[in-house]
Nanobody
Framework: VQLQASGGGLVPAGGSLRLSCAAS????????MAWYRQAPGKQRELVAG???????NYVDSVKGRFTISRDNAKNTVYLLMNSLKPEDTAVYYC????????WGQGTQVTVSS
């Protein structure tokens, strides 16, 4: 199983990014999927989740700014991030909601103030 996160970068505060997570050997439509992030010196936290049935949930700090979605045909999960803040700076990872697969390198998001 491989979950390849991409789309990160350096953006100014208030900017937007769309992260992508291309999955192989698992189906994103058949798993509860999630985006996580880990900032320097902090524990990894769940940012956004998407259930098989389409229900989404978000950590309070990103509600109203981030949107998780999936494209079943492309077997890809997305995270649209708007109104980015410096505190969103972190390495972002995707995985199942259970976090059962290899985390990989993630994708770095850096928001400048």
């Amino acid at each position: 199983v491989q979950l390849q996160a991409s789309g990160g970068g350096l953006v100014p505060a208030g900017g937007s990014l769309r992260l992508s997570c291309a999955a192989s050997r698992i189906s994103v439509r058949s798993n509860d999927m999630a985006w996580y992030r880990q900032a320097p010196g902090k524990q990894r936290e769940l940012v956004a989740g998407l259930t098989i049935g389409g229900t989404t949930n978000y950590v309070d700090s990103v509600k109203g700014r981030f949107t998780i979605s999936r494209d079943n045909a492309k077997n890809t999960v997305y995270l649209l991030m708007n109104s980015l803040k410096p505190e969103d700076t972190a390495v972002y990872y995707c995985n199942t909601r259970r976090g059962q697969y290899n985390w990989g390198q993630g994708t770095q998001v850096t928001v400048s103030s």
